[in-house]
């Protein structure tokens, strides 16, 4: 099973939005609604942003959000703000065999 | 409060063996399934294992098949990760995460810190 694709890096302005792509396969992103998204600053342990394509977890800003089209899933950030400025990786159930796959990672830089 | 705190991480030959620990505290944690996720330095996370609530059911990624035995002891609300035949691609971060819902949202909700396991000679 290879790792769902993410573009490298991302940029934005403070206020602005950003867009994170995750393109999987039919075998996972496309064939489950169970993509869950990550935020990790260096040295940290990740933390859960989303699950479910589009579910904020408490205690998340409604600043960022989920969606899927196909084999795609996508988070965006909006209103972006400093401490935005982390890696964030894309997961998706891939099957009894596989488990979880995750994304290659991107790196989000606040301008 | 939830907190996940791995333990076990060190430096070891190729070929050798570790065990891996992760204490739990703040939640039940005979209703959750668990997991290990890795990240070698500078790279991107790896999922490397599951086990259900009641360890009726263990998965592994292939990259550690055969190598790594996960498993749990409820009772001292521990989690445990075998590593044998330990390759120098196995170098990363340790992270045990549980499961969102016990299992029902496939998602990881809460991380430890990690612990550091290097292989090399």
């Known amino acids: 099973q290879s790792a769902l694709t993410q573009p490298p890096s991302a940029s934005g302005s403070p206020g602005q939005s950003v867009t994170i792509s995750c393109t999987g396969t039919?075998?996972?992103?496309?064939?489950?609604?169970?993509v869950s998204w990550y935020q990790q600053h260096p040295g940290k342990a990740p933390k859960l942003m989303i699950y479910e394509v589009s579910k904020r977890p408490s205690g998340v800003p409604d600043r960022f959000s989920g969606s899927k089209s196909g084999n795609t899933a996508s988070l965006t950030v909006s209103g972006l703000q400093a401490e935005d400025e982390a890696d964030y990786y894309c997961s998706s159930y891939a099957g009894s065999n596989t488990l979880y796959v995750f994304g290659t990672g991107t790196k989000v830089t606040v301008l | 409060e939830v907190q996940l705190v791995e333990s076990g991480g060190g430096l070891v030959k190729p070929g050798g063996s570790l065990r891996l620990s992760c204490a739990a505290s703040g939640f039940t944690f005979s209703s959750y399934s668990m997991n290990w996720v890795r990240q070698a330095p500078g790279k991107g996370l790896e999922w490397v294992s599951s086990i259900s609530s009641s360890s009726s059911y263990i998965y592994y990624a292939d990259s550690v098949k055969g190598r790594f035995t996960i498993s749990r002891d409820n009772a001292k609300n521990s989690l445990y990760l075998q590593m044998n035949s330990l390759r120098a691609e196995d170098t990363a971060v340790y992270y045990c995460?549980?499961?969102?819902?016990?299992?029902?949202?496939?998602?990881?909700?809460?991380w430890g810190q990690g612990t550091l396991v290097t292989v090399s000679s």
């Open positions: 995460a549980r499961m969102k819902g016990g299992g029902s949202y496939f998602a990881f909700d809460y």
């Open positions: 039919s075998s996972d992103v496309g064939g489950y609604n169970y």
